[in-house]
């Protein structure tokens, strides 16, 4: 069969990428002077869906060792967090400090 001409149809081959995962962040609570055991207690079960002891335990380790971790989470949940707490302290008069670190 002389003339005709054979094509090679190659297909590249592509690494498929996996979405990388989303940065997580701590959210945590750190001790004062003024603010109640059991208001953080509250805040704990209220904000971050710990049960009385879960909510005990960290509230003890905030007090003991200056701050605990409420909660690990995708930047906005954290964010919104963070917020929701903060704005709960204040409207109680309480100086409650929350924030969140990138772990």
């Given amino acids: 069969m002389a003339g ?3 094509q090679e149809n190659t297909i590249e081959a592509t690494k498929t990428q996996k979405p990388k995962p989303p940065s997580m962040y701590s959210v945590l609570i750190f ?9 953080v207690v509250e805040v704990l079960q209220r904000f971050f869906n710990k049960n009385r002891e879960q909510a005990t335990q960290i509230m ?4 003991t060792k200056g ?3 409420c909660g690990i989470y995708p930047l906005d949940i954290a964010e ?4 929701q707490v903060i704005a ?3 409207e109680h008069g309480h100086p409650l400090q929350c ?3 990138e772990i």
């Fill in 99 to 101: 924030n969140m670190q």
């Fill in 80 to 83: 919104t967090k963070v917020g």
């Fill in 4 to 6: 005709i001409k054979h």
């Fill in 88 to 90: 709960f302290a204040t």
């Fill in 60 to 63: 003890l380790q905030v007090h």
């Fill in 31 to 39: 001790n004062d002077d003024y603010t109640p055991m059991e208001f």
């Fill in 67 to 69: 701050s605990g971790v």
